[in-house]
C-alpha cells in the first residue's frame, strides 16, 4: 500500500538565484579618501592659494617687468654719465685751483698796484664823491669812445649805484650847432668804477664838448659832473 519514495537531490539551474558579493569596503573608503582630498586641495588652492593670472594679466605683467627693466637700464645710463661729468668738474675745479695759486702772486702784485693808483689818482675838481676822477674822449667815423673814472672817497664803504648821462655840444654838416642827449648808462661802484664803451653819434653831427652828469639810482639830484672837450 505504501510505495517507497525517493529523495530528490537539490540541483541548481542556469536560472536559479545564487549569492552575490558586493564592492569590498576598503575600496569605497579608499576612492572616497581620494576624491575628498582632492577636493580640498583644490579648495585650498583657490582660496589660500596665489591667484592664477589670465592670458591678459601675464602679458601686462611681462610688459611692466620689459618697462621696469629699460627704465633700470636707462637710470644706471644717467647716473654713470653724472657720475663722470662730477669727475670733469672736480678734475677742473683741482685745475683751476692750481692755476689761482700758480697766479697769486700776480694777483696781488696788481691789487697793490691799483690801491696805489687810486690813491693817486686827482681828485675831481668839484669835490663830490663819487667823483669823476678822469676822462677820455676819442671820435671818428661818428663813434664816440669814452673811457670815465668813477671814484668815492676813501673810507666810503657803501655801494653807489647811479646813472650816467652823456650830453654832446656840437656842429651838423650844415653848419648847425646843436646838443644831443646820449642814451642814459648804469654805474655802480664802491671805490671806484671805469666805464669804458662806444656810442654813435647822429648822422651829420661832430661833437666838440660832452657834459657828463651822475645821478643817484632813483633821484633826479646830480652828485657828479664834469664838462670835457672832444679832441679834434
Do not use: C
Not at 585650498?44 to 620689459?66: A, I
Not at 621696469?68 to 670733469?88: F, P
Not at 646838443?179 to 654813435?200: A, D, K, M, W
Amino acid at each position: 500500500m505504501f510505495g517507497s519514495s525517493k529523495r530528490q537531490a537539490f540541483r541548481p539551474t542556469a536560472y536559479g538565484s545564487s549569492r552575490r558579493r558586493g564592492i569590498p569596503r576598503w575600496l569605497v573608503l579608499l576612492l572616497t579618501g581620494i576624491v575628498l582630498g582632492a577636493g580640498g586641495l583644490l579648495f585650498l588652492q583657490k582660496s589660500y592659494g596665489p591667484t592664477r593670472l589670465t592670458v591678459e594679466q601675464s602679458e601686462q605683467l611681462h610688459y611692466d617687468l620689459n618697462s621696469a627693466n629699460m627704465d633700470k637700464q636707462r637710470l644706471q645710463t644717467l647716473l654713470n654719465q653724472h657720475i663722470q661729468e662730477l669727475k670733469e668738474a672736480r678734475a677742473r675745479i683741482q685745475s683751476q685751483d692750481a692755476e689761482l695759486r700758480q697766479h697769486q702772486p700776480e694777483i696781488d702784485k696788481l691789487t697793490s698796484d691799483i690801491a696805489l693808483f687810486a690813491a693817486s689818482a686827482p681828485d675831481d675838481p668839484r669835490g663830490t664823491s663819487p667823483g669823476i676822477r678822469a676822462v677820455s674822449f676819442s671820435y671818428a667815423d661818428g663813434q664816440l669812445d669814452y673811457h670815465i673814472l668813477v671814484m668815492q672817497n676813501l673810507g666810503k664803504t657803501d655801494r653807489y649805484t647811479g646813472e650816467v648821462t652823456l650830453t654832446a655840444a656840437g656842429r651838423y654838416s650844415n653848419g648847425r650847432n646843436g646838443n644831443v642827449e646820449l642814451p642814459p648808462f648804469p654805474v655802480s661802484l664802491e671805490r671806484y668804477s671805469h666805464l669804458q664803451g662806444t656810442i654813435e653819434m647822429p648822422e651829420g653831427f661832430t661833437p666838440r664838448e660832452i657834459t657828463i652828469q651822475i645821478r643817484p639810482e632813483g633821484s633826479d639830484r646830480v652828485s657828479a659832473m664834469r664838462v670835457i672837450r672832444v679832441p679834434r
